[in-house]
T-cell receptor, first 113, second 114 residues
Framework: DVKVTQSSRYLVKRTGEKVFLECVQDMDHENMFWYRQDPGLGLRLIYFSYDVKMKEKGDIPEGYSVSREKKERFSLILESASTNQTSMYLC????????????FGQGTRLTVV | AQSVTQPDIHITVSEGASLELRCNYSYGATPYLFWYVQSPGQGLQLLLKYFSGDTLVQGIKGFEAEFKRSQSSFNLRKPSVHWSDAAEYFCAVPYAGNNRKLIWGLGTSLAVNP
């Protein structure tokens, strides 16, 4: 069974903390994505990566960075967490071909207090 | 700008009733089209996809969708809704500038009355 695994389902962090959200996929996919999901705003792309050490900004990269040192792992970093980063974060992966589906992790609900 | 529109933010149907969720897209060529479902507190799961050929596509959980080029639509349907279909539904198309990315509709939240 294919899997995208996010390290935490729920996280509570304090304002100003550095936060790491980890995502691992076991499908040897080239593409990996981090989305943020907020009520009424749908899925917004933060960053994506199409190869190891490669990354591209999505629609809302401000306040975030990413790291992809290995093909199977894609990390989202909040350098200094703020309350407006309280959200559901979804990781996804897909193969290089456009006509293949994206597989999603279960999501991490992050609360910044 | 390229876009995906899901006109209905929230829909409520009775169990056993039929369902149609709307999706309209703007795209220059015939697009690839996807419908995903998100159950409460979960990630997204692919329901079905269209690439070419037959414009009526069958998916999982008894869902189907019809691609209509003339209307730039890809509406999702189910003949008889079950209580377990209550979820958020998202339509998506690849971004023309970089087809590794998807452009998403804002989603339609489906509630099912017993």
């Amino acid at each position: 069974d294919v899997k995208v695994t996010q390290s935490s389902r729920y996280l509570v962090k304090r304002t100003g903390e550095k936060v790491f959200l980890e995502c691992v996929q076991d499908m040897d996919h080239e593409n990996m994505f981090w989305y943020r999901q907020d009520p009424g705003l749908g899925l917004r792309l933060i960053y994506f990566s199409y190869d190891v050490k490669m990354k591209e900004k999505g629609d809302i990269p401000e306040g975030y960075s990413v790291s992809r040192e290995k093909k199977e792992r894609f990390s989202l970093i909040l350098e200094s967490a703020s309350t407006n980063q309280t959200s559901m974060y979804l990781c996804a992966s897909s193969s290089w071909a456009m006509n293949t589906e994206a597989f999603f992790g279960q999501g991490t609900r992050l609360t910044v207090v | 700008a390229q876009s995906v529109t899901q006109p209905d933010i929230h829909i409520t149907v009775s169990e056993g009733a039929s369902l149609e969720l709307r999706c309209n897209y703007s795209y220059g060529a015939t697009p690839y089209l996807f419908w995903y479902v998100q159950s409460p507190g979960q990630g997204l799961q692919l329901l079905l996809k269209y690439f070419s050929g037959d414009t009526l596509v069958q998916g999982i959980k008894g869902f189907e969708a019809e691609f209509k080029r003339s209307q730039s639509s890809f509406n999702l349907r189910k003949p008889s809704v079950h209580w377990s279909d209550a979820a958020e539904y998202f339509c998506a198309v690849p971004y023309a500038g970089n087809n590794r990315k998807l452009i998403w509709g804002l989603g339609t939240s489906l509630a099912v009355n017993p």
